[in-house]
Every structure is written in structure tokens, then in C-alpha cells.
């Protein structure tokens, strides 16, 4: 499986971005797939999953600014994210895996940066 994320970049306060995930391999058996952030100097940190293509889950730190979606004819996860704040500012990762609460495959990740 390879995850490959796109769509980071620098941006004001306040505004959006919506980062891609696009996924090849046998995929099929995923289970779980989401988005995480590592900021400098903190540890990586859970952002938003989706579980069995249904049911999902977010940070609190993001609840009703983030959307976590896929579309699984494209093979593509995405994450819109509004309202963005300086503490938002990390390295986002795309991860997944076969099991609810794991992840087995990364991808390299893509900045995002906060600032005005």
C-alpha cells in the first residue's frame, strides 16, 4: 500500500486548504484510514479517522472546522480544513490500516503552514 498526500501550503489565519491522500496497493482490506499532524518539537497526534468508510472521529482541537472524507472510487482521502489557526501549522500525514485504532501504512506527509 502507498499513501501519497498533496495539497499543503502556506496559509492566513482564517482560511482553508484541503489535503489529498491518494492510495495504491491492495487496499482493499483497509479498514481505517485518516489524517494526523506532527508539529515541531510534539509528538505526531491523531487529526481525523475514518473507520469501515463510515463512521468517523476528530481531535477536539478540530471538531466543526475540519471534514474528514473518501471517495473510494478515486482511491482518495481527504481532509478540508476552515477556519485554520496558527496552532494548526504541522506536517499532515495520511495513515492507514486493517484494523480500528491502528495504522500500518504512512505516507510522507505534506506542510502546512499557518501564518500571516
Known amino acids: 500500500v502507498q499513501l501519497v498526500e498533496s495539497g499543503g501550503g502556506l496559509v492566513q489565519p482564517g482560511g482553508s486548504l484541503r489535503l489529498s491522500c491518494g492510495a495504491s496497493?491492495?487496499?482493499?482490506?483497509?479498514?481505517?484510514m485518516g489524517w494526523y499532524r506532527q508539529a515541531p518539537g510534539k509528538q505526531r497526534e491523531l487529526v481525523a479517522v475514518?473507520?469501515?468508510?463510515?463512521?468517523?472521529n476528530y481531535a477536539d482541537s478540530v471538531k466543526g472546522r475540519f471534514t474528514i472524507s473518501r471517495d473510494n472510487a478515486k482511491n482518495t482521502l481527504y481532509l478540508q480544513m476552515n477556519s485554520l489557526k496558527p496552532e494548526d501549522t504541522a506536517v499532515y500525514f495520511c495513515?492507514?490500516?486493517?484494523?480500528?485504532?491502528?495504522?500500518?501504512?504512512w505516507g510522507k506527509g505534506t506542510l502546512v503552514t499557518v501564518s500571516s
Open positions: 495513515g492507514a490500516g486493517f484494523k480500528a485504532g491502528t495504522v500500518n501504512y
Open positions: 496497493g491492495s487496499i482493499f482490506s483497509l479498514n481505517t
Open positions: 475514518s473507520v469501515s468508510g463510515s463512521s468517523t
